[in-house]
């Protein structure tokens, strides 16, 4: 399986021409500069300014700068942390560089013209990149690839839902379609399109959080009796030692940077754990504090705040490994000097299984911890040092941690170490998930799982009057085996990339070709919209920035974020186009399309007033009393969090929960690699809206891959020579073409490359353990010299300065 595209078994497969699934493997002209010391300053608000004025025009783009992130403006979508509550801080210019630029890219001025489609077909455009594709510009009204089609049409929208109603009351069985929805989606957008799902007979709900935290919710769910984090922004900053693991929050949650900012004035301490030395957890520039006379100089120099106390370079899925060793050197100085490290009044009154944890940790060798971990015993007993010399630690961590096989395992041991210290349920201390897409924790509130507890499925059964399905549906990996099988065939998709969000591209691209119908809610073209079923449809929607004028006037909608805070959001700007049409206006009109007399709910009263749908909402869902009034207050309103408020868990054995788990040792042949697939700087999610990843020193190019300089002379390779990438899993073999090696501080025997470029290397039976995530952070790869025998000439990347290590 090494190809974009692969031969058709039928005819109806092949419709639409020669599409390639893969991105094209051309360059786009490498440049290399130094890895960057301080994340944020002067620059990042220059290009955060330039990208809004260049996307949406010097009017629009100041007044969505200045309403994003605001109380009762426009939430940004490009991640879940959570804005100061109000008062904390002067709230102007809450948002951060890639904020500005996804919210831009999101809400462009420019329109897809008329001609686009007619002038392009699906083939033609399937050889351009997904940065091309993107620039683009706005999808400005539905548009079909009818069976055989090469090329898109207009469809009006009226008959756009009668197209997809058709497909969908002509399955033999509900459970012949899957409804995928993206975190950009509203709580208000989300209760109704899982209440639709549930109303048309199916929990085939697959959802972006399957490929990213599914791994945390199942991890916490076990250990802790709720699937989220039991931190608050005010604990962040008043920690004594912050873990951050398998994260880049530079790139992907910059303003989490301002939060660990405040914990290192406030006296708390850093340790990073990554393969990779980011530089958001380096230094760190706030622009924000240009408005303070006594710290603007620091600003405008760009010395920046020194973040990170400690760098432990982990082997990429080492973290199991290093975490065991971290308790293990702990445990020893406990039995030491016995009630010192270990809150022993904490884990006899709120803990269950502690003997048996204490007992394999004893089994453990630490010749083993030290391989697998690729980390000295020395940096293990530094980082064990720093915890038991706090009072309160708080860990965070992000797909690093989620995307390799025993990402629950590796969840739970962070569990297990907060457990020992005593560190849930009180002031400054706890577990904190850093999610991405701004609601994709609120989805997953308010119904979207494959899984919903049958509690959840009583009550909105009862509240609707319908008896919704019992059993489990499809999640990501699940729902394109079964379309690959030929088990669905119609697939919807609420915002996203499915295609190239998931794992094993071509396998993916065979499953989408072999629906009958696949549609897309969009705003902007991607690769997934070439990729199809026999039909399919592009429904495109408003950018979040844009007002959302329904019956009643104009609508707000809401979202929560990492730490269980519902707030609104309100566009202030007009449509792009008159013919686009929101996501709850979408799903109410599908759904009365397709149930027609089936449905008892009344759709349109709905669509025409979000206040409604939050009345259902708080009436089937707990913790959302007076919701209407709660989330207009500026900061919005906590969800309720047993754990993090009152120490209270609600497992099967009614305490926390330590957990056992062994070091799956990895041994590689020769000339075998770890590599794991990451964003890029100027990327969100599948996204690509730059070919930059400044903060690397990397520039103009994306087919990269990142190894050890070691490794690269081992392997008789050169930085700069063009390489074949070729993964291993089972027996299995799949190939990606024509990348550029690139000399990179990684532990050996690691790479790393970007997606979605790299999404084809991932196995789809590759997956973590119990909570079925594609390893996207875990693809055992060789490395080969391209036949094409390309270089391009440079020494190595440079470090302005190295992150403090032990």
Not at 376 to 388: D, K, L, S
Request: aromatic share 6%; charged share 20%.
């Amino acid at each position: 399986m090494d190809e974009g595209k692969h031969p058709a078994t039928s005819a109806d497969e092949a419709s639409h021409g020669d599409v390639h699934a893969h991105t094209p493997e051309e360059f786009t002209g490498l440049k290399l500069g130094k890895v960057k010391r301080t994340a944020g300053g002067l620059r990042a608000v220059q290009v955060a300014m330039q990208y809004a004025v260049g996307e949406m025009g010097a009017v629009d783009g100041t007044r969505m700068l200045l309403n994003l992130n605001q109380p009762g403006g426009l939430d940004c979508q490009s991640c879940a942390w959570p804005d100061p509550a109000p008062g904390e801080r002067s709230g102007f210019a809450e948002y951060c560089e890639n904020g500005a630029k996804v919210t831009a890219e999101e809400n462009t001025r420019t329109l897809i013209p008329p001609e686009f489609f007619a002038q392009n077909s699906v083939a033609e455009l399937s050889r351009r990149s997904d940065f091309w594709l993107a620039k683009q510009g706005r999808i400005a009204q539905p548009m079909v690839l009818r069976e055989g089609a090469t090329h898109y049409q207009p469809i009006a929208w009226d008959e756009a839902f009668q197209l997809l109603a058709r497909e969908l009351n002509g399955l033999d069985s509900p459970d012949e379609a899957a409804f995928y929805t993206s975190g950009r989606t509203s709580n208000e957008a989300a209760f109704l399109y899982q209440l639709f799902v549930r109303q048309f007979g199916t929990n085939n709900l697959p959802d972006c959080s399957n490929m990213c935290h599914e791994s945390s919710g199942a991890a916490l769910t076990d250990a802790i009796g709720i699937g989220k984090g039991t931190v608050t922004l005010d604990d962040v900053m008043h920690t004594s030692l912050l873990i951050d693991i398998g994260h880049n929050p530079g790139s992907c949650h910059p303003r989490m940077l301002s939060a660990m900012q405040e914990l290192k004035r406030n006296g708390g301490r850093i340790i990073a754990i990554n393969p990779l030395p980011e530089t958001g957890l380096n230094h760190f520039n706030n622009p924000q504090e240009l408005k303070n006379p006594l710290r603007a100089l620091s600003v405008l120099t760009g010395a920046g705040t020194p973040l990170a106390d400690l760098f432990v370079p982990v082997r990429i899925a080492g973290d199991v490994a290093l975490l065991k060793g971290v308790v293990k050197e702990m445990l020893e100085e406990e039995r030491r000097s016995p009630g010192t490290v270990f809150d022993h009044a904490f884990i006899r009154q709120h803990t269950h299984g502690y003997d048996a944890f204490i007992e394999d940790l004893g089994r453990e060798s630490w010749r083993v911890i030290i391989e697998q971990s690729g980390v000295t015993r020395e940096e293990i007993n530094r980082v064990a040092t720093m915890v038991m010399q706090s009072r309160t630690v708080i860990v965070a961590w992000a797909m690093g941690l989620t995307q390799q096989p025993q990402a629950v395992a590796a969840i739970q041991e962070i569990v297990n170490l907060l457990l020992l210290k005593g560190s849930i349920g009180k002031p400054g201390a706890g577990a904190l998930p850093v999610r991405g897409h701004s609601n994709v924790q609120g989805d997953r509130t308010v119904g979207i799982w494959e899984r919903m507890p049958e509690k959840f499925l009583e009550r909105i059964g009862q509240e609707f009057g319908f008896d919704p399905p019992r059993h489990h549906g499809y999640d990501t990996v699940e729902t394109l085996k079964a379309m690959h099988a030929g088990k669905v065939k119609v697939f919807l998709g609420m915002g996203g990339n499915f295609l190239s969000a998931g794992p094993d591209t071509g396998y993916a691209a065979e499953a989408m070709r072999r629906c009958r119908l696949t549609a897309q809610v969009s705003i902007k073209l991607n690769r997934g919209h070439l990729v199809t079923g026999r039909t399919a449809l592009i429904l495109p929607t408003l950018g979040r920035a844009e007002r959302d004028v329904q019956a009643s006037g104009v609508q707000i909608v809401s979202m929560e974020n990492s730490m269980g805070i519902v707030h609104s959001s309100r566009g202030m700007l007009a449509p792009a186009s008159e013919h686009l049409v929101s996501e709850v206006a979408i799903v109410a009109r599908l759904a009365k399309a397709t149930l027609g007399a089936r449905s008892t709910v009344d759709w349109d009263a709905m669509a025409a007033d979000y206040d409604l749908i939050r009345e259902r909402i708080q009436r089937v869902i707990p913790g959302f009393d007076d919701y209407n009034r709660r989330v207009r207050e500026p900061g919005g309103f906590y969800l309720p969090n047993l754990a993090r408020d009152k120490r209270q868990f609600t497992t099967t054995t009614g305490k926390a929960n330590f957990t056992v788990h062994p070091i799956h040792r990895v041994q590689l042949e020769p000339r075998q690699l770890i590599m794991m697939s990451m964003r890029s700087h100027d990327q969100f999610n599948t996204t690509v809206f730059g070919l930059n990843d400044r903060y690397r020193g990397i520039h103009n190019e994306r087919r990269v891959v990142m190894m050890n300089a070691q490794d690269i002379a081992e392997q008789g390779l050169q930085p700069g020579q063009v390489v074949d990438l070729t993964s291993h899993y089972e027996g299995e073999t799949r190939i990606a073409r024509r990348f550029i090696v690139l000399s990179y501080p990684i532990p050996r025997r690691c790479a790393a490359t970007y997606y979605p470029e790299a999404n084809v290397l991932v196995p789809i039976n590759s997956v973590a353990e119990r909570s079925n995530t594609p390893t996207s952070k875990f693809v055992i790869i060789t490395v080969a010299p391209s036949a094409t025998q390309e270089r391009f000439d440079y020494d190595h990347v440079e470090q302005e300065q190295p992150m403090a290590r032990a």
